[in-house]
C-alpha cells in the first residue's frame, strides 16, 4: 500500500514538472508569407555614367572596325564624359563591320584625323531618343559633328511603324536592332556608314560677285569753234583781216596777196553787192539809150 502511494506520487509529480516545462516556452511564431522578387531599381546617372560604349560594342561582336574608330578619335571618352557631365543621355548610330566593308575602296584612308573625328560624331546625338521617339523628331536632328543648319552635317531620321530610317543626302541606310538602351544611352545597329554631305560631296566653289556695270562715258560734245579759233587752227576755212583786206574777188573764188590757199567761193551774192550791179547795169542801159 505505501508502494502504491509513492509510486502515484512520484507519477504526479513528473507530470508536474513536465506540464510547468511546456508552459514556460514561448509560443512559435507565424510562418512568414513568401517574399516577392526584388525588381532592379531603375538605372540612375551615375551608373550610366560608368558605361563603356567600346566594352558594350566589344561584348556585341560585330563593330571591330567602329569600335578601333571611337578609341583613336576619342569619341568614346567623349560619350562618357558627356554621360557624366549631361542629364540628356546619348545615341550611338552603330554601323557593322559588314557596312564599313561596303564602303568604297580608300574611302576611310582618304580622310584626315580631323575627318574622321566628324565622321564618327556624325554617328553620335547628343540626346537619349528611344525608338518610338523617332516617330515626333524635329529634323534634321541635330549630331555631335554640328548643329541643324543646313550644310552643318544634317541628318534625317523618320520613323514607320517599325522601321526607321536614315537620310544623310549621301546615303540611306535603316535600324536593324538596338544593341543596348538603359534610359541614358541607346546604341542603335544601323546596316550602312553614314556619310555625311561636307566630306563626301563636293562644295561648289562660290563665284566672286560679278562687278557692278559701267556707264559708259559721256562723248564730250565739241563746242562751237568762235571765229578767232576757226581762224587760229584752221586756215583754209577763214582769212585773217590782212589777207582779207589784200584779196582779189573773182567770180569764182578769192586769191589773196598772201599765198593763201584758195577758197572756193560758193557763189551767193551778198545784198549789198547785188544792188550795186544792178544800179551798174541800170546805168549803163541808160548811158546806151541816150548815145542812139
Known sequence: MTRQAFFSFLLLLFFL???TTTLAQPAQAPALPASAPLTQPPTTSSSASNVDITKILQ??????ILN??????AVADQIKGQLKKSNNGFTLFAPTDTAFSNLKSGTLNSLNDEDKIRLIQFHTLPSFYSLSNFETVSNPVRTQAGDSTPGEYPLNVTSMGNQVNISTGVVNASVSGTVYSDNRLAVYRVDKVLLPMD???AKTPIAAPAPAPTKPKAKKK????SPKAEEDTDPKVAESPKAASTSTSTGTGTCTSNSIPTVVDSGAVSPKKHGIMV????????IAAFSM
Do not use: D, I
Not at 565739241?222 to 569753234?225: G, S
Not at 544800179?279 to 541808160?286: E, H, N, R
Open 17 to 19: 514538472c513536465h506540464g
Open 59 to 64: 561584348g556585341a561582336g560585330e563593330f571591330t
Open 68 to 73: 578601333r574608330l571611337l578609341k583613336r578619335t
Open 199 to 201: 566630306l563626301f560631296v
Open 222 to 225: 565739241k563746242a562751237a569753234a
Open 279 to 286: 544800179l551798174s547795169v541800170g546805168v549803163t542801159v541808160l
